[in-house]
């Protein structure tokens, strides 16, 4: 059984750091792409960042610059670095994961899905 486990929210003050990870059980996702999404209060969910088999990268252009996305294949575990975080990122964090980057930012894509945790950022 597939499961994404999402942690490492919280609170954090403009400019500050907090860093996501997602624990995969169940599927090895270094064969996987997989991405983060976060849903902004009163929107629907957007792509902040997507990392393929091959270790390949991409970002969503509001985070680009301040978030790093990576991932341990041995720990089989994805990571979200957010760095020089502002109150617009406060959302609800998602991971997840489908077979392959292509069109990333479409969530309508992804298979699996973490629970989801919460970033708020306080000015």
């Known amino acids: 059984q597939v499961e994404l486990v999402d942690s490492g929210g919280g609170s954090v003050q403009a400019g500050g750091s907090l860093r996501l990870s997602c624990e995969a059980s169940g599927y090895d996702h270094s064969n996987y792409c997989m991405g983060w999404f976060r849903k902004l209060p009163g929107k629907g969910r957007e792509g902040v960042a997507a990392?393929?088999?091959?270790?390949?990268?991409s970002y969503g252009d509001a985070v680009k610059g301040r978030f790093t996305i990576s991932k341990d294949n041995t720990k089989n575990i994805l990571y979200l670095q957010m760095n020089g975080l502002q109150p617009e990122d406060t959302a609800m964090y998602y991971c997840?994961?489908?077979?392959?980057?292509?069109?990333?930012?479409?969530?309508?894509?992804?298979?699996?899905w973490g629970q989801g945790i919460q970033v708020t950022v306080s000015s």
């Open positions: 997840a994961s489908k077979t392959n980057c292509m069109g990333w930012p479409d969530e309508l894509r992804y298979s699996y």
């Open positions: 990392i393929d088999s091959y270790g390949s990268t």
